[in-house]
């Protein structure tokens, strides 16, 4: 009965160690594959195969359980396409590519990144429209595309995001509107940063449902009509740009603002 016993917590014991083993190394096959179709990079990339992901430069790991929670390559010089088995590190929490010179649109396999709180992919070169399935992953509080070569209008999706905070999209090439409810579900959002692309239409009068709202940046686009005077209602706000649209009428900008 004893050594039935110990056979079965044996086997227990080898069952999650392999578990674990498989899982630390589904997170290694995605980030060779992540590397692999990286075409040049300038900085060593120390991630041997024999050392654990966790040590890898740019790679944070959970304490616990091992997996990768943070991959941080701002400005490693970085250049190729985004592979899609980046989205088998299904504990990421953070995912920073920023300042880099990558291409192609985002695969739409990072939508099973359901932990991921920021996903900075900011000053580089992706083209094609904004990922609608963004605006499914359930915990985003950062999304940062600025400075890319992104085309077509900011998905609806995207303000859907209940948990979201910023969204900072300027410097591409979105056209399109603001949805009229844009602010409905929203309401933690701090900073909106759309300035220079070709977005228009009337800023949404809903706009004062974004109460926390503390940064609005709308300039060089193509936004016309009325400033809504619900933007007087944002207590937070401090730091707003309009310039350079398609005409403003109806409010004194200077004796308001
Ligand atoms: C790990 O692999 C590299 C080659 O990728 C080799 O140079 C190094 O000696 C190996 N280290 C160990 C500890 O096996
Ligand atoms: C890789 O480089 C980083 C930063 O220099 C260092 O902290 C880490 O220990 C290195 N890892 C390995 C496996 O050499
Ligand atoms: C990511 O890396 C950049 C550059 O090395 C650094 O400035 C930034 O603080 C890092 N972010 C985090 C969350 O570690
Ligand atoms: C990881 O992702 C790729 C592509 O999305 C897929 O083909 C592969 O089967 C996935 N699973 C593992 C465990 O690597
Ligand atoms: C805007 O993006 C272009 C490339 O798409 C870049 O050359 C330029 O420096 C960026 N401007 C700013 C202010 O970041
Ligand atoms: C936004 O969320 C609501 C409720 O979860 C859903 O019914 C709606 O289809 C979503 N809209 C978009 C554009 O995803
Ligand atoms: C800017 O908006 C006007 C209407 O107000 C429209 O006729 C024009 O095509 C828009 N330009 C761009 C570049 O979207
Ligand atoms: C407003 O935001 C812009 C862009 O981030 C920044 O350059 C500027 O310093 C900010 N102004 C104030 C008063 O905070
Ligand atoms: C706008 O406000 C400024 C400062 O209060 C005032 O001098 C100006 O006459 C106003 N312009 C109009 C068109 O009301």
């Known amino acids: 009965m004893e050594s039935l016993m110990f056979s079965f917590a044996l086997s227990i ?54 997996r990768v929670t943070a991959l941080n390559l701002s400005g490693f010089g970085l250049a190729g396409t985004i592979a899609p088995h980046l989205g088998n590190l299904t504990f990421l929490r953070y995912l920073d590519i920023s300042s880099n010179s990558f291409t192609g649109s985002l695969p739409s396999e990072l939508s099973k990144l359901r932990r991921l709180k920021v ?10 429209e904004i990922p609608p399935w963004l605006g499914s992953l359930p915990q985003l509080e950062a999304l940062n595309l600025y400075s890319n070569q992104l085309s077509g209008s900011i998905p609806h999706a ?12 300027g410097n591409n090439s979105l056209s399109g509107m603001l ?31 974004c109460t926390h709202l503390e940064m609005l940046s709308l300039s060089y686009n193509n936004f016309s009509g009325n400033i809504p005077r619900e933007i007087g209602r944002l207590a937070f706000l401090s730091n707003m740009s309009l310039g350079y649209n398609n005409g403003f009428g109806g409010i004194n900008i200077s004796s308001s603002f």
């Open 158 to 169: 995207i303000f859907n995001v209940s948990s979201i905070r910023e969204i900072e999209i």
């Open 13 to 66: 014991l080898l069952l999650s160690s392999f578990t674990l083993s498989f899982d630390s190394s589904t997170d290694q096959n995605a980030l060779v594959s992540f590397k692999n179709s990286i075409i040049s990079h300038p900085y060593a990339f120390n991630w041997s195969q024999n050392t654990s992901v966790c040590d890898w430069i740019g790679v944070s790991c959970g304490l616990k359980h091992h």
């Open 179 to 209: 949805p009229s409810d844009m602010c409905n579900n929203t309401p933690n959002i701090k900073i909106l940063s759309l300035e220079q692309n070709q977005i228009g239409g009337e800023i949404p009068s809903n706009i004062w449902k």
């Open 119 to 128: 996903m900075n992919a900011g000053i580089n070169s992706f083209t094609g």
